[in-house]
């Protein structure tokens, strides 16, 4: 009977919290006073035509990098999921003749694409992630295709971790010359692209920026589609 008292008056008080929070937003009233601050401003305080790319890389550049840090970590627990001793592919027949030739055909296409994705994030809608899964779409169809394959590892981890530090470098550029992590001293400093507005020099650090985060999704991705696609082999 006491549990349940204290339970209502719980909810009683949370309630009215919520209540009293509520009260204080002012109904019917423009609440776009923060997106409307970005449209405003965008060009002039980052050289990005795309707005949504701006505030993803840009203005809340810190959060963009600790969802590439989850990446990294849901990478890493795929990984430690399926690690064993020893795995290897399993597959015994390769494609059909038309996912092979179109493979050959379509590869190096897909990679173009998905680094033009992410080339010109700040320009047309796209950026680093879905780039990445692009490029790492590219390495799923030779897998599919061709049963030998396999992707570099050494050079994936290599690139992974060049990428990841060079992310961290730049905010920290950033901080030291500007005061803040991810200051965009390309842009603020440099003036570089300032004449170049919609143009793919332009944008500050914001391309530099979605090509680390491409190259670091589609390198992570590759690995876990290599991970998923080995099976334990008995020794």
């Not at 003749?97 to 680094?115: Q, Y």
């Not at 965009?184 to 680390?212: A, E």
Request: no cysteine; proline share 3%.
């Amino acid at each position: 009977m006491l549990k349940r008292a204290l339970a209502i008056i719980s909810l009683l008080l949370i309630g009215y919290w919520i209540a009293q929070g509520l009260a204080g937003v002012p109904f019917g009233q423009d609440r776009m006073l923060v997106a409307q601050y970005y449209l405003d401003h965008v060009k002039e305080q980052t050289g990005a035509v795309n707005a949504v790319t701006a505030i993803v890389v840009n203005y809340r550049g810190f959060d963009t990098l600790g969802e590439v840090t989850v990446l990294f970590i849901a990478s890493t627990g795929v990984g430690a999921l399926l690690w064993r001793r020893k795995k290897q592919r399993t597959a015994k027949t390769e494609g059909s003749i038309v996912l092979t030739t179109g493979t050959r055909l379509l590869v190096p296409f897909v990679m173009l694409f998905g680094a033009y994705i992410f080339i010109h994030g700040h320009l047309t809608p796209g950026g680093g992630f879905p780039g990445g899964a692009t490029i790492a779409t590219a390495f799923l169809l030779l897998y599919m295709a061709f049963t030998a394959y396999e992707i570099p590892h050494k050079a994936f981890e290599k690139t992974e971790g060049a990428v990841g530090m060079a992310y961290v470098l730049v905010g920290l550029i950033g901080l030291a010359i500007g005061g803040y992590f991810l200051y965009d001293w390309i842009w603020q400093d440099w003036g570089f692209g300032v004449d170049n507005i919609g143009r793919l020099l332009s944008g500050g650090f914001i391309p530099i920026i979605y090509t680390i985060i491409g190259l670091k999704v589609g390198t992570e991705l590759s690995g876990i589609i290599d991970n998923m696609v080995k099976e334990e082999v008995s020794e």
